[in-house]
């Protein structure tokens, strides 16, 4: 199984809302990644998760919050977005050494659409 | 100026001809990322290079790490190769890598 498998595929919510994403991979990988692109763009580094500990925030504000329950899931939850939010959010996972967080081949969800209206 | 630039950023092309994407970067590197990206958002994986040549199916990635330059040709296209195509590059830093990444080249193959 070479698979990155994230939920929903599209989601619409309002700037009250609060939903999650979510991510799964069953690839003995230890490294998870969320990843934000905006139309034409190439994806922004938001967290990475290195054997279920954080190791990287790229200044997120904290409206987004990153979840890494066990070695196979990555959450995202959301709550008071803005619309400039609205975006593909992309989850990855790779190999990963104990020490440091090597962006060795990444394997790549398909993405969550949102649109915050 | 961007630390990875791509060109040309938009390409089309007719079905069966040789295609060529260039990638330079200006930072050090551990590898090179090639990687598609279709409408609709997913991102796959085409090629992590270090150094030479690769090649899978109808594609072939080189690189030359001196020129740092990267080079991914498509032969014999076809309507189904159309889609983004990024590189991105892998830096070392100081406590953790970066993967640093290109803006895209968008490739429409006409049948």
């Known amino acids: 199984d070479t698979e990155v498998t994230q939920t929903p595929k599209h989601l619409v919510m309002g700037m009250t809302n609060k939903k999650s994403l979510k991510c799964e991979q069953h690839?003995?990988?230890?490294?998870m990644y969320w990843y934000k692109q905006k139309a034409k763009k190439p994806p922004e580094l938001m967290f990475v998760?290195?054997?279920?500990?954080?190791?990287i925030n790229e200044s997120v504000p904290s409206r987004f919050s990153p979840e890494c329950p066990n070695s196979s899931l990555l959450n995202l939850h959301l709550h008071a977005l803005q619309p400039e939010d609205s975006a593909l959010y992309l989850c990855?996972?790779?190999?990963?050494?104990?020490?440091?967080?090597?962006?060795?081949?990444?394997?790549f969800g398909s993405g969550t659409q949102l649109s915050v209206l | 100026k961007n630390e990875v630039e791509q060109s040309p950023q938009n390409l089309t092309a007719q079905e069966g001809e040789f295609i060529t994407i260039n990638c330079s970067y200006s930072?050090?590197?551990?590898?090179l990322h090639w990687l598609q990206q279709h409408p609709g958002g997913g991102i796959v994986s085409l090629f992590m290079?270090?150094?030479g040549k690769k090649k899978h199916g109808r594609l072939i990635a080189t690189i030359n790490i001196q020129e740092k330059h990267s080079s991914l040709h498509i032969t014999a296209s076809h309507p189904r190769d159309s889609a983004v195509y990024i590189c991105?590059?892998?830096?070392?830093?100081?406590?953790?890598?970066?993967?640093?990444f290109g803006t895209g080249t968008r490739l429409q193959v006409f049948p």
């Open positions: 990855a996972s790779s190999q990963a050494s104990a020490r440091r967080v090597t962006f060795e081949k990444l394997f």
């Open positions: 690839m003995g990988h230890r490294a």
């Open positions: 998760y290195s054997y279920e500990k954080l190791s």
């Open positions: 930072v050090g590197i551990s590898a």
């Open positions: 290079l270090s150094s």
């Open positions: 991105a590059v892998r830096s070392i830093g100081d406590n953790t890598d970066k993967l640093i």
